[in-house]
T-cell receptor, first 113, second 115 residues
């Protein structure tokens, strides 16, 4: 596609529910990143995929967070048993390779009530 | 460990005035440094980056930044502000892994441009 697409753009959920956030990277981009933007913590790296290599999960805040990337393209970030502190904008970015320019999506605004 | 500090969460300038957004970094390895801009309801866009070549880096929309190792700074400037420059600006440093997509961001500076 023309840019990084994220869905949904907004998600409201109840505490304790699971949520899935989707990212469609730019076609052909081998690297995909998830970031979180929250009022308290600012912009934080979560996880990174590069080609068929094992993902770099070093930024995931707890084991309630997981992500997968199927077929080297679409990625899904899953948050289990959501908590109010998970409320944030979740940003996805992709690039054509390591050390190449990042292109960000518009994000998913997650609100946990 | 790497970190970034942006001085001033809000900066207000008049249209046509100089824009100066401050960023100081801490890095245990030679850093790669970035400035990103976020317009309302849009994703982050790369303004410019420093990757150990020229210390004065020119970016899009007339912005530039100078890497000063002695001051551990990477301040963003633009000689003359436009109304369209109103946005949130983020300074970032690489995590240390050499992967320029894995970044540590500052808290951001909101730029207001007054007519």
């Amino acid at each position: 596609g023309a840019g990084v697409s994220q869905s949904p753009s907004n998600k409201v959920t109840e505490k304790g529910k699971d949520v899935e956030l989707r990212c469609d990277p730019i076609s052909g981009h081998t690297a995909l990143y998830w970031y979180r933007q929250s009022l308290g913590q600012g912009l934080e790296f979560l996880i990174y995929f590069q080609g068929n290599s094992a993902p770099d999960k070093s930024g995931l805040p707890s084991d309630r967070f997981s992500a997968e990337r199927t077929g080297g393209s679409v990625s899904t970030l899953t948050i289990q048993r959501t908590q109010q502190e998970d409320s944030a904008v979740y940003l996805c970015a992709s690039s054509s390779g390591l050390n190449e320019k990042l292109f960000f999506g518009s994000g998913t605004q997650l609100s946990v009530l | 460990a790497q970190s970034v500090t942006q001085l001033g969460s809000h900066v207000s300038v008049s249209e046509g005035a100089l824009v100066l957004l401050r960023c100081n970094y801490s890095s245990s390895v030679p850093p790669y440094l970035f400035w990103y801009v976020q317009y309302p309801n849009q994703g982050l866009q790369l303004l410019l980056k420093y990757t150990s070549a020229a210390t004065l880096v020119k970016g899009i929309n007339g912005f530039e930044a100078e890497f000063k190792k002695s001051e551990t700074s990477f301040h963003l400037t633009k000689p003359s502000a436009h109304m369209s420059d109103a946005a949130e600006y983020f300074c970032a440093v690489t995590h240390g892994s050499g992967n320029t997509g894995k970044l540590i961001f500052g808290q951001g500076t909101t730029l207001q441009v007054k007519p």
